[in-house]
């Protein structure tokens, strides 16, 4: 903890400074944990969404749908979402997908988005942003009238929304919590486990745990009282490339509404 330069405050700060100047240095000299600097197995081709296109419009959804679910990913300036369709076997279907507030242009910086959040809500507060945000984009996904291919209905019965972001961690808790549909919604955070960290299986079942495929879902009936999961992000990432990369008809496969334009 004393071991920091004469323009530095503390250990911590020549730490931090250490970890932006070299974090593969930083990592492999003073964590003992060396990033893995070969081609990630998560990383997704161009060919590998192309491939997964089924050619129908965004919003449209297959007869052989049994569920729908949504996430909303918390960013700073947009809210990024995802409404996909599944079989009991897993084999699924992005129904639709895009941010809130929607944006003019195909491609687009995140912190150059037109409007943001913070214009939508007239204010440049980040919670008063973001609640506006997650207030909009929660209505806009549950109030359509959804129906398959052949005209029966479906609702959406789980909508995930990012906890994992510390500057906006209570905020999400706090927004399921008073929301008037708050069975539908669940804070979800994404880690990543180490070598050395605790892992996945170390959480034993309980009356607050159940546990799953590199998953937990934790209770806390205070704070989180319709639960919160705990997921695996890496072994997830490597979920979504193997079923992106699946067969066109086996168990597990993911396909994505729309076209290479879109």
């Not at 029966?152 to 906006?168: H, L, P, Q, R, Y």
């Amino acid at each position: 903890p004393d071991r920091f330069n004469a323009d530095e405050i503390s250990g911590v700060q020549y730490a931090m400074n250490l970890y932006y100047r070299d974090k593969v240095s930083f990592m492999t000299e003073y964590q003992n944990e060396p990033v893995d600097l070969s081609p990630s197995v998560s990383t997704i081709e161009k060919t590998t969404i192309d491939n997964s296109l089924t050619g129908r419009p965004l919003g449209f959804i297959p007869n052989d749908v049994d569920f729908l679910t949504a996430f909303i990913d918390v960013h700073k300036y947009l809210l990024y979402y995802v409404l996909c369709g599944f079989r009991r076997d897993f084999t699924g279907v992005v129904v639709d997908f895009g941010t809130y507030p929607k944006q003019r242009r195909r491609l687009f910086k995140m912190t150059e988005a037109a409007p943001n959040l913070f214009d939508v809500a007239g204010s440049e507060s980040l919670n008063t942003a973001i609640w506006n945000g997650l207030e909009h984009l929660t209505s806009d996904i549950l109030e359509p009238s959804l129906t398959r291919e052949d005209g029966t209905s479906i609702n959406v019965e789980k909508i995930g929304i990012d906890a994992g972001w510390g500057a906006t961690h209570d905020l999400v808790l706090n927004f399921i919590k008073q929301h008037s549909r708050k069975d539908l919604f669940f804070p979800s955070l994404g880690k990543y486990y180490s070598a050395t960290s605790r892992q996945m299986d170390d959480y034993k079942p309980s009356k607050k745990v159940t546990r799953g495929d590199a998953w937990i879902y934790w209770r806390d009936a205070e704070r989180a009282p319709t639960g919160q999961i705990i997921f695996d992000a890496n072994a997830w990432k490597t979920r979504l490339h193997i079923a992106l990369n699946a067969t066109p008809g086996d168990p597990g496969k993911l396909s994505l509404n729309g076209t290479p334009d879109d």
